[in-house]
């Protein structure tokens, strides 16, 4: 793996960590580890086509995954 590669996987996981689990982890309390990973697949499915990307002048992927 390239310097580049995990220097986006670092980042990745940073954004993971404030954007759903320090905000979630404060809203509610999981009891089960299928409900914590059916709320992390929705917050994935809004990053991926959703959110806007600051990396692509905040703009956000459209339904093919191509940037609008």
Same mark, same amino acid.
């Given at each position: 793996?390239s310097?580049?590669?995990?220097g986006i996987?670092e980042r990745?996981?940073?954004t993971i960590l404030?954007?759903?689990?320090?905000?979630?982890?404060?809203?509610?309390?999981?009891d #089960?580890?299928d409900t914590?990973?059916?709320?992390?697949?929705e917050?994935? =499915?809004?990053y +991926?086509? #959703?959110?806007?990307?600051?990396?692509?002048?905040c703009?956000?992927?459209? =339904?093919?995954g +191509?940037i609008?």
């Amino acid at each position: 793996m390239s310097p580049q590669t995990n220097g986006i996987c670092e980042r990745f996981h940073r954004t993971i960590l404030q954007e759903f689990y320090q905000v979630e982890f404060r809203k509610k309390l999981y009891d #089960e580890l299928d409900t914590l990973q059916s709320d992390l697949d929705e917050w994935l =499915a809004r990053y +991926n086509n #959703e959110r806007t990307h600051q990396g692509k002048m905040c703009w956000w992927p459209d =339904a093919n995954g +191509n940037i609008t």
